[in-house]
């Protein structure tokens, strides 16, 4: 039962078959016999997990269940607070930092009556996406030790993939829920912008940074989508952002898929089973069509779009950027310096720069319901490797636009390791976007 | 008819009481003669508006006008760009600056067969709003020479006003639509953020900008917003905003008015008109509550919305402030020299400090359906006297928010210059601001 979908679990914590205890009790067991090698959890609570577990089962034998994910045991990524723990951000400046308020996402995840077992591994203040914490160690792939879990909800993916959790939640400024659920073979969703609270968690930048929920099927996530997911007042960010219908059976989607992959540098292995995947959606969905991307300029973009993190970062770390700039690592170090050296224009012309990804998916999204891509141009790769430069080129575009975007794994590369189909759709598309992972998904075991 | 609401000049002109031609000729005669002393107008285009209205006339002949707009003389704010016309900003490095393309809204203007007389005076580059302008000298205030109509859109508010045109469009990041409107005695708009398109204006601010229009008479809004706005796929700031129920009768609505007037520099005369006013909707359309406002630094958020103006101004002129600095009034070359001096986290720091007047209008707007405020703390005051630094107070909170805001005439000073009342409501209730504004000024017709 450990290792099932959320949606098995839930049903059998519903009949009766095994209690919010029994579950949390054999994650707790697996975490203490496997994380100490893979490094998933930063921190775990047993005795909070155990009593809320306790109450949960309490409550389904009084039939006063909360929520279909009341007893159902979870992590948070953490850069997201929840009252009384630490949220650390990656970062040796916060090892003692105890939040004082849950973050949003935390709050309604409370409400549902889900067990919190602990807190997850990331990148040193979720600006990167190696896995390596100069802090905190590094966090393993568990399709291969040593090798990356991508980043930077690394620990997310990790511990769903893994199966320490029944889901988990991470954060996406630049596709850092897709990349480690593409490295680790799982499904993650960055929602649209607005749609999910930003409030409570240490910010990367307004603009870019998304909460989004990482599981072991496609079926687990609009439950999750949904749970989290509506406007908060106190969230200057949040706002209303009308669902699409998603219905994917009954009618022919327009679908395109990504043209010239090496353009992008996309390895030979993922392109491969992108083909695959591309050929498998046409069959069943509906026509897919190659586009191509024009006018826009990556490593720019991206440069932009970094720019903006880290001016944001010297913000939210300013005390400790001050006081402890010590405990920075040297890479971190060097990207706040960057930005300290940058005006205030410099940031106007940067903000602009993103424009370009708003128009492209705009148009793009104008002809086609959804953009197939491959969501990483890679497999997870070794630690002391060089970290691929357009690791984050696919997915950081959504981000700069605003668009909700998918991972759903789409095969085994020749050399085992696990990579992530994207469909990237306009915002508001979150449902057909999770729909349409869903049938592929389906697609995929039918064909195995 | 020259002096008449648009929709009276709608139906004379469909029932054909009165031509295209006869309007478009009165109004450059009048401009002929009144623009010299106003300079409303900073280029007007009789031979174009001519062409145009002939054009229409034939139309209308033919039974075939485009539009309600169809041959209604108007004139637009000289930052909104008309293809092969002279984009001025109200800066002297653009005198010769024809613009290649209509802007967005100038052209869902071209498309409804209305007649474009000219552009208008503004506030050098659209940020001030004292109406002297040092390149292009001062617009007065139709109401007594010599003294300001207000800005950015002091030309704009002075040709409805002194019935140039029929209509015109003017922009408001801090309260340029909105202050000129109040000091000029004429109503104004400044949508919810992202409804109308920005593609096509000399920006100021992609957070603050808005197009808006203004009008004699609040019952010609709706048609003029209706007109220009929708969601423009060009534009990365534009957006879908679904729009509230607007109807006022038959409800109770829920009105908040500003309290402790005072704590906001608001002049005796002022207040004097406010307080009836409030009266008057109390009277007639709900119970008004006096609201506080906490916690909130108006002169810390001023000093934050004014950066990101500079620092936007700085990308927008780069070339023009590289090369031909002497160009700038001395004005406007201290406020780009500061943000020089900015760095790329102080914009950081000053983008958050709005989220202040994001979280503040949600609060109110919470409780109530609209907020009434005096549009400005005094009304206009002579050229020469200090500017009050508090003039935008008022109004910018609507802009920091993304909030739809209206002013509407509430009465003449003793002193004998008109003042407006401002109701701000929650994102996507512009139709019911503009319907309260028609209200309050059918009540303000009734009474008098």
Not at 13 to 21: F, H, K, L, N, R
Not at 185 to 210: A, E, F, I, T, W
Not at 220 to 248: C, K, M, W, Y
Request: proline fraction near 5%; glycine fraction near 8%.
């Amino acid at each position: 039962m450990l290792d099932s979908a959320l949606h098995r679990q839930i049903e059998a914590i519903s009949a009766g078959e095994v209690s919010a205890t029994e579950l949390t009790q054999g994650y707790l067991q697996r975490s203490q016999r496997d994380n100490p090698q893979l490094n998933a959890f930063l921190s775990i609570d047993p005795e909070g997990a155990l009593v809320a577990a306790r109450a949960s089962d309490l409550r389904r034998t009084k039939g006063e269940a909360l929520h279909p994910l009341d007893g159902i045991p979870y992590a948070l990524k953490d850069n997201i607070d929840v009252a009384g723990h630490v949220t650390t951000a990656g970062m040796a400046t916060r090892r003692e930092r105890v939040a004082e308020a849950d973050a949003a996402v935390a709050s309604r995840l409370r409400r549902t009556g889900a067990v919190l077992l602990g807190k997850l591994h990331m990148h040193e203040a979720a600006l990167g996406a190696d896995g390596d914490n100069p802090h905190y160690g590094r966090c393993h792939n568990p399709h291969r030790q040593g090798y990356t879990p991508g980043g930077s909800s690394g620990g997310s993916a990790a511990a769903v993939a893994a199966n320490l959790c029944s889901f988990a939640l991470g954060t996406d400024s630049m596709g850092s829920v897709r990349i480690p659920a593409s490295y680790c073979g799982v499904v993650g969703l960055k929602p649209s912008y607005g749609r999910v609270s930003q409030r409570g968690l240490v910010r990367v930048s307004r603009r870019l940074d998304h909460v989004g929920p990482l599981a072991r099927s496609a079926t687990d996530l609009p439950l999750l989508f949904q749970t989290i997911s509506g406007v908060d007042h106190q969230d200057p960010n949040s706002r209303s952002v009308p669902l699409a219908h998603a219905e994917v059976h009954g009618r022919r989607l327009r679908v395109g898929h990504l043209a010239d992959l090496h353009t992008y540098g996309v390895d030979d292995s993922v392109r491969t089973l992108f083909d695959a995947a591309v050929a498998q959606v046409g069959d069943a969905i509906g026509a897919t069509e190659p586009v191509q991307i024009a006018d826009y300029d990556f490593a720019r973009t991206r440069r932009a779009g970094l720019l903006l993190c880290e001016a944001e970062m010297l913000v939210e770390h300013a005390a400790d950027w001050a006081q402890r700039r010590d405990l920075f690592s040297p890479r971190l170090a060097a990207m706040l310096e960057f930005a300290e050296g940058r005006s205030a224009s410099d940031l106007i012309a940067a903000d602009r720069a993103l424009d370009g990804a708003v128009l492209l998916l705009r148009k793009i999204l104008g002809e086609y319901d959804v953009l197939l891509t491959p969501t990483t141009p890679q497999p997870a790769f070794a630690f002391d490797t060089p970290v691929p430069s357009n690791q984050a080129d696919l997915t950081s575009i959504a981000n700069f636009a605003g668009t909700p975007a998918i991972s759903v794994p789409m095969g085994i590369t020749a050399d085992g390791m696990p990579v992530g189909l994207q469909a990237i759709g306009a915002i508001g598309s979150d449902l057909l976007l999770m729909a349409l992972a869903e049938r592929f998904e389906k697609l995929r075991a039918e064909n195995t």
